[in-house]
């Protein structure tokens, strides 16, 4: 049974670029939440997809967006990269009508910004 | 905005110690809260959870304590291992049909042998 899957584990990109990480949720999950954690910090909510739709976002600008396949994968696309947008970010799936509310995590991507 | 907080960013103990990570929630609604463990160079992993109806909850060496008078939360390790070493967030969880879980920044463990 695989688990959450991200890609790539690490990159570097320059200011002003655009950037896209993919995520495969664990088998059977059909909600995948998108976080950002800056190095030494919790991780922070960006976004949260459910049926091909955003259904909840944290407070990040709108260069920052998603998408979710049929298939339940999900992608988080950030446009106008900033320095400050360095950071690892954390796919999590889940059940959308939860009983528990277990986020299960992938590894991450490490995004560098130069 | 919404956040949980921790009253301590890293702690250090001895080996075979008992450890306790605290923190403070500041959502009244939440009715889910989760303590979870991340390792370096890992996602973070689900430890035990809490209901906002119960006050404790233990499980294998680890034990949950809710006060929801004071809105705060303790994680307790019972024999502290060098294997706990990590970083601790407690997250809280509010919403149904689409929930959100709210991050706390993370406790430093230090287990020294």
């Known amino acids: 049974d695989a688990g959450v899957t991200q890609s790539p584990t690490h990159l570097i990109k320059t200011r002003g670029q655009q950037v896209t990480l993919r995520c495969s949720p664990k088998s059977g999950h059909d909600t995948v939440s998108w976080y950002q954690q800056a190095l030494g910090q919790g991780p922070q909510f960006i976004f949260q997809y459910y049926e091909e739709e955003e259904r909840q976002r944290g407070n990040f600008p709108d260069r920052f967006s998603g998408h979710q396949f049929p298939n339940y994968s999900s992608e988080l696309n950030v446009n106008a990269l900033l320095l400050g947008d360095s950071a690892l970010y954390l796919c999590?799936?889940?059940?959308?009508?939860?009983?528990?509310?277990?986020?299960?995590f992938g590894e991450g991507s490490r995004l560098t910004v130069l | 905005g919404e956040s949980v907080g921790l009253h301590l960013p890293t702690l250090s103990v001895q080996e075979g110690d008992n450890s306790i990570i605290n923190c403070a929630y500041s959502?009244?609604?939440?009715?889910?809260f989760i303590w979870y463990k991340q390792e370096s160079g890992k996602g973070p992993q689900f430890i035990i959870d809490i209901r906002s109806n119960m006050d404790k909850r233990q499980g294998q060496r680890v034990t949950v304590l809710l006060n929801k008078t004071v809105k705060h939360l303790s994680l307790q390790i019972a024999a502290t291992q060098p294997g706990d070493s990590a970083v601790y967030f407690c997250?809280?969880?509010?919403?149904?049909?689409?929930?959100?879980?709210?991050f706390g920044a993370g406790t430093r463990l230090f287990v020294k042998a």
């Open positions: 997250a809280e969880i509010s919403g149904t049909g689409g929930f959100k879980t709210i």
């Open positions: 999590a799936s889940s059940f959308f009508n939860r009983n528990t509310g277990e986020l299960f």
């Open positions: 959502n009244s609604a939440s009715d889910y």
